[in-house]
């Protein structure tokens, strides 16, 4: 098996800068993650009450799960874009659209 490992050649104050900046990235994926979290909440709440969903949360908490994959594509050295707050936050060109029909089977 063939060794895939790359040594860097990246100064240790550059690896250290990215450490920091995912440290920030990931406190905003938890408070990412709680939003989303009350979002289904409300989501649920408001489809029971008046049997329709609510598409402004729909397309908010989709931008926000994209957000959410971007920072952990970060986090994990998969991707060298920045995420919000040192980019801009995703907007729906770069998000799949939600289903048209959501199913309950």
């Known amino acids: ?13 550059e690896i250290l800068k990215r450490f920091l ?4 990235c990931l ?21 029971l009450i008046a049997k329709k969903r609510s598409e402004p949360l729909r397309n908010f908490t989709n931008n926000l799960s994209q957000y959410g994959y971007r920072i952990m594509r970060y986090a994990t050295l998969n991707e060298n874009l920045r995420p919000f707050p040192f980019n801009q936050f995703p907007g729906d060109s770069e998000c799949e659209p939600p289903v048209k029909q959501v199913q309950f089977k």
Do not use: A, H, K
């Open 1 to 13: 098996m063939p060794n895939t490992d790359r040594i860097t050649t990246v100064d240790r104050t």
């Open 27 to 47: 406190i905003f994926f938890e408070v990412t993650s709680f939003m989303i979290q009350l979002s289904v909440l409300f989501q649920y709440g408001y489809l």
């Open 21 to 24: 900046v995912t440290l920030v």
